[in-house]
C-alpha cells in the first residue's frame, strides 16, 4: 500500500506578504515504511502551475512543512496545493489537496493631513 498524503487544514485569510506554511506531518505509510513527500501547486482543475500570478515558489517540494509567501493579488483567490506520498518502494498514493486562500491586495491610503 502507498502512503497515505494527508495536506493538511485548509487555510483562509491570508494577506500578502504572509509566509504560509503547509502541513504534511499527518501523512502516514499504513505498513510502516519510509516514505518521500512531493508538493505541487495546482489549479482548480488539478494541473500544474506553473507560471502566472498566481504562482509561488516553495520554499521545499519535498518539506513536510514548505513555506510560500502569500502574492499580492488584485482579487481573493484561492491557491491549491497537491500532496503525494510514495513509499520506499515507489509505489505513490492519490494524493490530498489544500486550500490557501489569499486575500485581495487592498491598495494603501494617502492622507495628506489636515
Do not use: R
Not at 487555510?11 to 506578504?17: I, L, R
Not at 506520498?85 to 489537496?97: L, N, R, W
Amino acid at each position: 500500500m502507498a502512503a497515505a498524503a494527508s495536506a493538511g487544514p485548509d487555510q483562509s485569510g491570508k494577506e500578502a506578504p504572509t509566509v504560509v506554511t503547509l502541513d504534511a506531518t499527518g501523512t502516514t505509510d499504513p505498513e510502516g515504511h519510509s516514505f518521500t513527500l512531493a508538493w505541487t501547486q495546482v489549479d482548480g482543475a488539478g494541473d500544474p502551475v506553473t507560471s502566472g500570478p498566481t504562482h509561488v515558489t516553495l520554499s521545499s517540494a519535498s518539506s513536510a512543512n514548505p513555506t510560500f509567501t502569500a502574492p499580492g493579488l488584485a482579487a481573493t483567490t484561492t491557491l491549491h496545493f497537491k500532496l503525494v506520498g510514495t513509499d520506499s518502494f515507489g509505489v505513490a498514493g492519490a494524493g490530498d489537496t489544500v486550500d490557501i486562500e489569499v486575500l485581495e491586495n487592498q491598495l494603501p491610503t494617502a492622507s495628506a493631513g489636515p
